[in-house]
């Protein structure tokens, strides 16, 4: 037995590994491949038969058939797993292959005849090749190692054949876990791995690589992105990285790792991929060193690039990183380029811009001009300058690209480190001519003699200046960020510019972030595409959806202290549509790059913003079920840096302190307000002769609580995205009730419920007769053109109110809105319509069913009642200690038991729903009879009036810190008197962030002014305003 040599620099160098991981670890275990041969104890008759079919075929000189045979036994380094698992007639037709190969390459010599072998069974799979390029590994990572569905394991050997070519052997094997039920195990040791491994994996790894591996797995838990973990074996200069991540989670990484160590010069001697049932992936390589290269850089680069490979593996210039004309890095920022200038390039032109003026600069703006405007827009950035074109002119323009990617470099690579300064990759980018300003960039441009192509080089510079901070230098990352100054935006298509925008970019999805002022909040959404030409419309629409959700969230959180922000994720085609939890994660953890900056585990970023921010979030379309991950992951990466973890999230659970909108009912309260405030107006005080459709079914949240709260109106349609349910005679309320409380769509409906008259037709239905004897060929069709034919499914004047609780935004806009109107009176078939879906009807259409005589309220002052919520459950979280918020805000996960001080606070929020809702539909009504301006129109200008006041207070000296007494006044007021008798007006002074007590005090004079004297905000009537307050206390 070898004695264990205790000294691990002696064994290895730039070895990352835990000094334990290498303890009683011999200098043998060390230099070993770390696996056991295995012992395949029939081999030699094995090898006997083969040689004796290789024979009978008489194809091989029988001279050359023992050599031939001892060289595919002993010299590829082929395991004995592969020889007790293969027949004799597989092995002999394989070593038949290899020969024909070897001859036909040394009868050409001068020609390209590389080996191109293959063999795929149900259990395995066996592939040669040769020649510079793999073409087998990317089809091994989507036909065995990217499967979401099944586990494989991979070994790669890589030998020289007799005339000095080297040939590439892998063997893929289907994984096998005896211990199925140990999936969930967290291995933390060599012998606890062997309850999550592959059965091979068991018998022939040793102890060694089971404690290394292990390593990597427990580290794995800590963090969301790749373990990238090596180690140089001193005697030998093999190089080692073992890489460990979750599986699936960055798409043909294995096959981008073999390309990253080619362009650096280096061959992999081994490969092993291993599986584990709690889906975690470990890659293994062991790597010649290259005596041209310093053994250190090599290390340094290879970890650094293996993490920014591992964001997006499979880029759009990949084959440039293939042939070696670009690097990964100058690869991965062009891929964003593309995608950035994608969205942002102008393609309308001046002459767009002159047309725009003229349809809607007149004294009376015509709402059809406004989205004749907008869709010639989205038809110039559909046709103009595709996608395609943007990459053409990328390859098209290599060194330029190169040049302004060593711009990007030169003001965001951090070179406070020396070893940082001496990587490989910086010292090839020094070696580019740069672009240091404005004037040498239009110096340059001019030698671009195609315009198109000049256009597109514009917008890329124009990312590189926009950006303010990125996590693209940092090693430990999982999707690309970047903070980017918002200014680029021309104000022509982008009126109200916002305070603050990011764009991320992973492997499998594009996002944005943007926010309209420094504390703001909203939700994030993942928008999925059913197939690619709906994603093409949703890419092509992504950043001004992203844009309006946006400004909107901006004008309906004008009750709270927080501006409006809303994050947008759109998932690529194809597979990716069933990860939406795996690209939120990216998106959350690289935001979480760019906002914890004092992180010590982590690389500094260079920061042109430097100041701190904080994003406010919530949940949106699709991501409802990712909260809780989110805040708890937050307190992971941030609570011991002081992030504000309990705040980063709303809508999270009880037991971790969230306020559930669709368990209370929050958002629905302010729609109902509005509901039943024009029932008031009205004086409609039967509510059962209210004949009502509403989309968005007991399924959603919204949905679910309208028909909750909706009393004794009738309900003649329901339509959600599994189906349709209509009956004109009113559909049967406590079915709809039994929906609503167990959260069940349309697809649930009990149709004996019915009446005569009555139908449901689901999305999946194909030629449905209905009871008039019409017939529905089509239920998808059905259901999603239902809100455009309500004049052919309902009788004249049936539908006296529609509430939209969900559906996709501009689903009404004036070239449907037609569908609405009676094309004998011009009149809308519904009277009254209260939006609760956010942008469900576009603000031209608007302007013409309220024309048309219909009542119509719109979404940003509907629907705040979430919102509401949502921003007093984050003045909770900011207000209240760790402690505190554990035992007063927190429901108990084992018994489930509410704290008192929840319950009230729940209570008093609805309260505060309620008040805001009420407040802001009588000042609406109030504005309509004064001056006969739309609903629409005055529920933009009562917004822009309170945020509008709101940032002048909010940077008023005077009233917050030289009248403090006035100031406390206000506080007092505005928060919720639950809090204020908890902890008291000092506690919360000195736990929340000034800035954030400052939105408040200012956003609480502004709304209560604005709801009791209107939008005129003269001075004289504020000062008479202020003195009000005084006097009143």
Not at 279 to 308: G, H, R, V
Request: with cysteine.
């Amino acid at each position: 037995m070898t004695a264990a040599i205790p000294n691990l620099q002696s064994l290895t160098l730039d070895n990352n590994f835990s000094q334990s991981s290498f303890q009683n670890v011999s200098r043998e275990d060390v230099q070993a491949n770390g696996y056991r041969p295995s012992v395949f104890e029939s081999k030699d008759d094995q090898i006997s038969k083969v040689m004796d079919l290789l024979d009978s075929y008489s194809l091989i000189p029988e001279n050359l058939i023992e050599s031939e045979t001892s060289f595919f036994y002993n010299d590829l380094g082929i395991d004995d797993t592969y020889f007790a698992s293969e027949s004799v007639e597989n092995i002999a037709s394989n070593i038949l292959a290899l020969y024909a190969a070897k001859i036909n390459a040394t009868v050409n010599s001068n020609l390209n005849n590389d080996i191109h072998f293959k063999k795929i069974t149900d259990n395995h799979a066996v592939y040669f090749e040769t020649g510079s390029v793999s073409n087998f590994e990317k089809e091994i990572d989507d036909e065995f190692l990217d499967v979401a569905d099944k586990s494989y394991r991979l070994e790669s050997f890589t030998s020289n054949l007799p005339n000095g070519e080297m040939i590439r052997c892998h063997f893929v094997y289907k994984s096998i876990f005896s211990n199925e039920e140990n999936q969930l195990v967290n291995s933390s040791s060599s012998k606890e791995i062997d309850l999550i491994s592959d059965d091979t994996f068991q018998k022939i790894a040793t102890n060694y690589t089971k404690t290394l591996y292990s390593e990597i797995l427990e580290e794995s838990k800590l963090t969301e992105g790749p373990i990238v973990k090596h180690y140089t074996i001193s005697e030998t200069g093999e190089l080692r990285i073992i890489i460990g991540f979750k599986k699936g989670s960055s798409h043909r990484y294995n096959s981008a790792l073999s390309t990253l160590v080619k362009y650096y010069g280096l061959n992999i001697k081994r490969k092993y991929v291993e599986n584990f049932s709690n889906n975690y992936t470990i890659i293994s390589m062991y790597l010649n060193s290259n005596p041209e290269l310093e053994s250190t850089l090599t290390t340094l680069q290879l970890t650094k690039e293996a993490s920014l490979l591992y964001c997006i593996p499979d880029n759009k210039f990949y084959s440039k990183f293939e042939n070696g004309e670009w690097s990964i890095q100058e690869c991965i920022y062009a891929h964003c380029g593309v995608i950035f200038a994608t969205h942002f390039l102008n393609r309308s032109g001046p002459e767009f811009q002159q047309l725009k003026k003229i349809l809607l600069d007149s004294s009376i703006v015509n709402p059809k001009n406004v989205e004749l405007v907008s869709k010639i827009k989205e038809r110039f950035n559909s046709e103009t300058f595709s996608e395609s074109y943007i990459i053409e002119t990328f390859n098209s323009n290599s060194k330029f690209i190169q040049q302004l990617y060593k711009h990007f470099v030169d003001n965001h690579y951090t070179t406070s480190s020396t070893k940082m300064v001496r990587t490989l990759s910086y010292q090839r980018t020094s070696q580019i001519e740069g672009i240091e300003n404005d004037s040498q960039f239009n110096e340059k441009i001019q030698d671009i003699s195609n315009d198109g192509y000049s256009t597109v080089l514009k917008v890329l510079y124009s990312f590189n200046k926009s950006i303010l901070k990125t996590n693209f230098f940092q090693t430990s990352k999982i999707a690309l960020s970047f903070r980017l100054n918002p200014s680029f935006l021309p104000v022509s298509e982008y009126p109200n510019t916002p305070f603050g925008m990011f764009f991320i970019v992973g492997s499998e999805f594009r996002g944005f972030h943007i926010r309209f002022r420094d504390v703001a909040r909203g939700g994030i959404r993942i928008v999925l595409s059913r197939n690619e030409d709906f994603y093409l419309k949703n890419m092509r629409s992504l950043f001004d959806e992203n844009y309006n959700l946006a400004s909107t969230q901006q004008k309906k959180n004008k009750d709270i202290p927080e501006g409006g922000s809303k994050g947008v994720i759109l998932i690529n085609p194809g597979s990716a549509q069933l990860k939406p939890k795996e690209c939120f994660v990216k998106y959350i953890d690289s935001l979480l790059d760019l906002l914890i900056l004092n992180d010590p585990t982590r690389e500094k970023i260079v920061d042109f913003y430097g100041k701190n921010e904080m994003l406010y979030m919530g949940p949106d379309e699709n991501t409802a079920g990712f909260v809780d991950w989110a805040t708890l992951h937050a307190k992971k990466r941030g609570a011991k840096f002081g992030f504000p973890w309990k705040a980063f999230f709303t809508g999270k659970s009880p037991t971790i302190g969230g306020i559930p909108h669709d368990e209370y009912g929050m958002t629905t309260l302010s729609v109902r307000a509005y509901t039943e405030g024009v029932y008031k107006k009205l004086n409609i005080d039967d509510w059962s002769k209210i004949k009502k459709l509403q989309m968005g079914g007991g399924d959603g949240d919204l949905g679910s609580n309208e028909i909750k709260l909706s009393g004794n109106e009738t309900y003649i349609g329901l339509v959600d995205g599994f189906g349709c349910i209509v009956d004109e005679d009113g559909i049967d309320k406590n079915e709809l009730l039994r929906l609503a409380n167990n959260r069940f769509g349309n697809n649930k409906f009990d149709k004996s419920k019915l009446g005569p008259k009555g139908y449901a037709i689901m999305v999946e239905d194909k030629d449905i007769q209905l009871p008039n004897g019409k017939i529905i060929h089509s239920g998808i069709q059905f259901r999603n053109n239902f809100h455009l034919n309500l004049k052919e499914i309902y009788p004249p004047n049936s539908i006296n109110l529609w509430v939209p609780c969900g559906g996709r935004p501009n689903s009404i806009d004036v070239t449907t809105v037609q569908s609405l109107i009676d094309s004998k009176t011009g009149k809308s078939i519904i009277p009254i319509i209260v939006e609760g879906a956010n942008l469900f009807i576009t603000q031209a259409a608007k302007y013409i069913l309220e024309d048309a005589g219909a009542i119509v309220l719109k979404d940003a002052s509907t629907n705040k009642g979430g919102v509401t919520s949502s921003s007093l459950e984050v003045l909770a979280a900011l207000s209240l200690s760790d402690e505190e918020f554990q035992n007063k805000f927190c429901v108990d996960p084992v018994n489930n038991s509410v704290p008192r001080f929840y319950q009230d606070y729940v209570k008093e929020v609805q309260e505060i729903i309620k008040i805001n809702a009420d407040n802001e539909f009588n000042m609406l009504w109030k504005l309509k009879q004064d001056t006969k301006k739309s609903f629409a129109d005055l529920s933009d200008e009562l917004s822009i009036a309170i945020n509008k006041l709101g940032d002048e207070l909010s940077s008023s000296k005077e009233l917050w810190e030289d009248d403090v007494e006035f100031r406390n006044i206000v506080l007092k007021n505005a928060l919720p008197k639950l809090l204020l008798n908890e902890i008291g007006l000092d506690r919360i002074l000195e736990r929340v962030p000034e800035s954030y007590l400052k939105a408040i005090f200012a956003t609480k004079l502004a709304s209560e002014f604005v709801y009791t004297r209107g939008i005129d905000a003269n001075p004289a009537k504020f000062l008479e305003f202020v003195s009000s307050i005084k006097r009143s206390t």
